[in-house]
Every structure is written in C-alpha cells, then in structure tokens.
C-alpha cells in the first residue's frame, strides 16, 4: 500500500517562492505533481524517477519550477519560484508503480490530499 503525505503549502505573495514536500511510503517508480485551480480541471505539473532523477514539466512551470527527490528519505519537493497568481491551486503529489513518466492523470495509481498554494497578487 502506498501513502502520499503532502505538506508546505501556504500563501505568498507574486513574484515569491514556495516549497511543497511529498512523503511517500511504498514502492513506487514515478512521483508526480499535479494541480486543480476553482473551476478547472486538475492538470500536470511535473514528474520524477526515484531512480536517476529524470524529470518531466509542464510548459507552464519550466524554468520556474523545480521538481526534485530524496531517496533517503522517500520524499520529493517542488520548488516553485517567480509564482503567480495563476500558480493558485491545490497542489497533488501522485505516485505511479510502473516505470516510464508520465503526465497524465489516469498513468498514477496514487494520489495524496493535496495542499493549498495561493498567490496574491
């Protein structure tokens, strides 16, 4: 069985950062960010490999979000830099248990509760 435990959501202002954690417990092969804004569907923010460290992002978050891993400890963060208010949403952490990245929902098996990041303008 595989548990997804977010934390380090918040608010900040435009232009701020931002760090979420994911602690997992299981086996898995993938971990993957998600988000849901009011209104709209949940879409992919990035992915990562357990092994190598091999990472997947959204067009709308490269160059200002950084997904990354700690095997030691079985968590992944994602550093959100130069936010936005558009960034506003409840952050998911996903896991998948088969290899190979993914970005769409329906390729993760697990999903976390997920925690909230707003940005002000």
């Known amino acids: 069985q595989v548990q997804l435990v977010e934390s380090g959501g918040g608010l900040v202002q435009a232009g701020g950062s931002l760090r979420v954690s994911c602690a997992a417990s299981?086996?898995?092969?993938?971990m993957g960010w998600f988000r849901q804004a009011p209104g709209k569907e949940r879409e992919f923010v990035a992915a990562i490999t357990w092994i190598g460290g091999n990472t997947l992002y959204a067009d709308s978050v490269k160059g200002r979000f950084t997904i990354s891993r700690d095997n030691a400890k079985t968590t992944v963060y994602l550093q959100m830099n130069s936010l936005k208010p558009e960034d506003t949403a409840v952050y998911y952490c996903?896991?998948?248990?088969?290899?190979?990245?993914?970005?769409?929902?329906?390729?993760?098996?697990?999903w976390g509760r997920g925690t909230q990041v707003t940005v002000s303008s």
């Open positions: 299981g086996r898995t092969y993938i």
């Open positions: 996903a896991a998948r248990t088969r290899l190979g990245l993914g970005s769409r929902q329906y390729e993760y098996d697990y």
